[in-house]
């Protein structure tokens, strides 16, 4: 007996996925887990001058998109626990909304994913590319998951969200401090 | 409340310069397994200049310097993967990488030291006999997903799944479908064999490339030529453990097939996919 030691083909099942999308949190979820033990989430949301706006990206060196914020003020009975911060964020293929929790001095308590999706919009739409990795299944029957998960391999990296907290922080400052 | 079969909950928050995405059945695993993530990317990061690796980076070479149980464990295994793989695992290839601009910082000189010249202490004392710097991208991820399941075990939960940028493992009765990016496109996925109780780590660079100074150069370096392992195939490794899936992945990108009787060392098996969608996979048979 002795081992040997193979590289085997596969039959490949490929799917080209034009969007796919996980919802993690909606807004009541995330406010619970960032702030458990809060009563009371009142809506601050927040309108943005061109100054302002100006303002922020200065401190934060980030470009702000948007001329409005979605912010609640977290409360226990009276007692003011902090600020949940719902954001979104474009990257070259994904979309992110996220949600930022301050803590009542203005420090980041946590930083959660509410909704995250890729699109490959143009590429596969394209019938001529699809073409190209359908053609090529051996055998498999093609049948799109409706729920892909659980992907390996190269993902994208978080900096639009770590821009994003610097933004947020410098919104903070300037728009919510107390 | 996101769910999918199995009311299972699944959360997902940006750590480790990626997405780490937990699954279990109950909340109380998930933050347990995000702490675990959250302390080994405050020790093994090698931006933070507060890290321990940033602090081996500078000081270990003057003398010996206590580390963390975690540190200590990830130097442990990145000693026996150079040795079993004859230096093509190296984590002292940081000069390199921030010579070529894929980590800030410049490297004082060119460091010559290898793994090998890490000396690991009793008492979780760690020197550098040669002037060395070490880079854990190539493991730590893998680790910190090991260390959030072995949260998730401790925390009572019987089943979950973490996934840190492509990176992940499950453990419990239910099998896990797989799927794994295409190496050119990242819209296609091909579907691996599911899994179950085990990990699966992903390498691949052909759309991470940079030309510098006429260059063409990616973030893996073979650790033996000290030149970047440029390749258009992905290499998936399924182990036992993330962090050694992890390491090998990079293995097999550099040597191929030649990979093959270290990947049965430590259990694993390869995928390869090359970017006709070719699909092939590494096992040891007995003959």
């Known amino acids: 007996m002795r081992n040997v030691i193979q590289w085997v083909a596969l039959p490949a099942l490929v799917v080209a996925a034009p969007c796919y999308a996980t919802v993690y949190h909606t807004v009541e979820s995330a406010q619970q887990a960032c702030f458990p033990e809060a009563t009371q989430f009142a809506s601050a949301g927040v309108k943005l001058s061109k100054e302002q706006m100006r303002a922020i990206e200065k401190d934060s060196g980030v470009r702000v998109r948007l001329d409005s914020q979605r912010v609640w003020r977290a409360t226990k009975n009276a007692e003011f626990l902090g600020w949940f911060i719902v954001d979104e964020v474009i990257g070259k293929h994904e979309f992110i909304t996220w949600a930022l929790a301050l803590s009542a001095d203005g420090g980041v ?15 596969i739409r394209n019938a001529d590319w699809r073409a190209q990795f359908l053609g090529k299944k051996h055998g498999a029957k093609l049948k799109l998951d409706d729920d892909v998960k659980n992907i390996s391999g190269a993902t994208f990296s978080c900096r639009h969200i770590t821009d994003g907290v610097k933004r947020l922080l410098s919104f903070h400052d300037i728009m919510l401090k107390q | 409340m996101t769910s999918c079969s199995n009311n299972e909950v699944r959360r997902c928050r940006p750590l480790l310069g990626t997405f780490v995405e937990i699954a279990a059945t109950h909340d109380g695993a998930i933050n347990a397994a995000f702490a675990a993530v959250e302390r080994v990317q405050r020790q093994m990061s090698f931006h933070d200049a507060g890290s321990e690796v940033a602090q081996l980076n500078r000081y270990a070479v003057d003398g010996p310097m206590p580390v963390s149980d975690e540190t200590y464990e990830v130097l442990a295994w990145a000693w026996e993967l150079y040795d079993r793989t004859d230096g093509v695992f190296d984590i002292a290839v940081a000069p390199e990488l921030m010579q070529w601009g894929i980590l800030p910082g410049q490297a004082a000189g060119r460091p010559r030291g290898r793994t090998r010249d890490i000396a690991l202490l009793l008492g979780r004392f760690v020197q550098f006999l040669r002037p060395l710097q070490i880079d854990l991208g190539g493991i ?25 940028g492509g990176d992940l493992r499950c453990f419990g009765d239910r099998e896990q479908q797989v799927w794994v990016r295409h190496p050119r496109t990242s819209g296609a996925l091909l579907r691996l ?3 179950k109780d085990a990990a699966l780590a992903t390498s691949a660079n052909s759309y991470q490339r940079q030309r510098r100074r006429g260059r063409v150069i990616c973030a893996h370096v073979d650790g033996r030529t000290r030149q970047p392992v440029l390749r258009s195939f992905s290499v998936s490794v399924r182990a036992p453990s993330c962090l050694v899936a992890d390491a090998l992945t990079k293995v097999v990108l550099a040597r191929g097939a030649a990979a093959a009787s270290v990947l049965g060392q430590f259990g694993a098996t390869a995928y390869i996919v090359r970017p006709d969608n070719q699909l092939s996979y590494c096992e040891e048979r007995t003959a």
């Open chain 2, 140 to 164: 730590a991820k893998g680790y910190a997903v090991d260390k959030a399941i072995e949260a998730m075990r401790a925390s009572g939960a019987t089943s979950g799944l973490v996934n840190a």
């Open chain 2, 193 to 195: 064999p599911a899994l």
């Open chain 1, 109 to 123: 308590q946590s930083v959660e994913v509410m909704e995250y999706r890729e699109t490959y919009g143009y590429q």
